[in-house]
């Protein structure tokens, strides 16, 4: 199977390394295409670094030659470019409607790309498979979390293959279209909230004493044990942090001390921000 990887920046960069190091890309061909061809050959080079799984890997040419060879196409370029990737692509979709294309553009929905298919390729949207998914960053370290949906054309056969390069840099699951808003606010933006407490715990430590990397250290494992244990626990949230807190013990008093400050009322107007902002980039 051959996947093409339309941008290759943050976010598509990503996604990549963690499959290429992964198991389900083995024996799998991966094809590149940035605008600027410097950010090819930085990509190409580091993932000649990696122990990688994959057959073959190579820069084409143009986003046309990509999506001709591709079976399927991720684009992870900025939303603003969307269009113009589908532009040049729509007539190679309109022949080949098997090809499966993977958007993660924040704020571009289904529809909007099957008009952008249509404004290019009269018609086109009516066979074309498209997913749009939402990941995060722990991309990065083959901990992402990524939500996935998809058009009426595309099969669960399509999904479920789509879906392993998606599982191979974390977990993925698939979602209504209609609850990308709430993913970004629960898991797409959510690292930024969890580096905050991190931020916040750490710096309490360093001043009462411990050495800065070693708080963070602290910080962190705790924060992966923690979500490990809520991941793999059939007790509530609720029952879990009160299991935290002995009567009279010290981790009762923080706990007061973030409810009466008001922290998980923070944390809900913080999620409802980002799900707000996401909705009006979606014109809803
Ligand atoms: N970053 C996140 O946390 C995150 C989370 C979820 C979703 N996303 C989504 O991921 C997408 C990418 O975001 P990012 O932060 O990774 O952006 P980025 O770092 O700017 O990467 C965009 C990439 O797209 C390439 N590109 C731009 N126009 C192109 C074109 N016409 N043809 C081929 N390649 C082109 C750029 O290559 P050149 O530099 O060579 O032009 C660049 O490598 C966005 O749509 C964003 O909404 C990001």
């Known amino acids: 199977m051959k ?12 996604i990549l390394k963690g499959y290429a190091k992964s198991s389900a890309s083995a024996g799998n061909d991966i094809l590149i295409h940035n605008k600027l061809s410097e950010h090819n050959s930085v990509m190409a080079e580091a993932m000649a ?11 084409c040419n143009d986003n046309i030659e990509l999506a001709e060879e591709a079976d399927i196409i991720i684009i992870g370029v900025k939303p603003s470019s969307v269009d113009e990737v589908l532009s040049q692509i729509a007539p190679c979709l309109a022949k080949s409607p098997e090809k499966i294309v993977v958007s993660m553009a924040a704020g ?31 991309a990065q370290v083959e901990a992402a979390m990524t939500a996935m949906s998809r058009n009426a054309n595309v099969s669960d056969e399509d999904f479920a293959l789509a879906k392993t390069i998606f599982d191979a840099i974390g977990r993925a699951e698939g979602v209504p279209e209609d609850m990308i808003d ?5 898991s797409g933006s959510s690292p930024a909230y969890t580096y905050m407490y991190l931020e ?8 009462n004493g411990m050495e800065p990397e070693q708080a963070r250290i ?6 992966i044990g923690a979500a490990k244990l809520a991941l793999e626990s059939r007790e509530s949230l609720e029952q879990l942090r009160i ?20 922290f998980m009322d923070d944390v809900i107007e913080g999620f409802q921000a980002a799900v707000d902002r996401s909705k009006e980039m979606t014109g809803q």
């Open 3 to 14: 996947i093409g990887f339309i941008g290759t920046g943050n976010m598509g960069g990503a």
């Open 49 to 59: 670094e990696s122990g990688n799984t994959y057959k073959s890997i190579r820069i």
């Open 108 to 138: 571009v929905s289904i529809a909007s790309m099957e008009t952008m298919l249509n404004e290019a390729k009269p018609g086109c949207s009516s066979s074309a498979k498209l997913i749009r998914i939402m990941p995060n960053t722990p």
């Open 182 to 186: 709430c993913v970004i606010g629960v």
């Open 200 to 207: 916040a715990l750490t710096k309490a430590a360093a001043a």
């Open 218 to 223: 602290f910080a962190c494992q705790a924060v």
């Open 243 to 262: 299991n935290v807190c002995s009567p009279g013990g010290t981790t009762i008093e923080a706990v007061k001390k973030l409810q009466a400050n008001g």
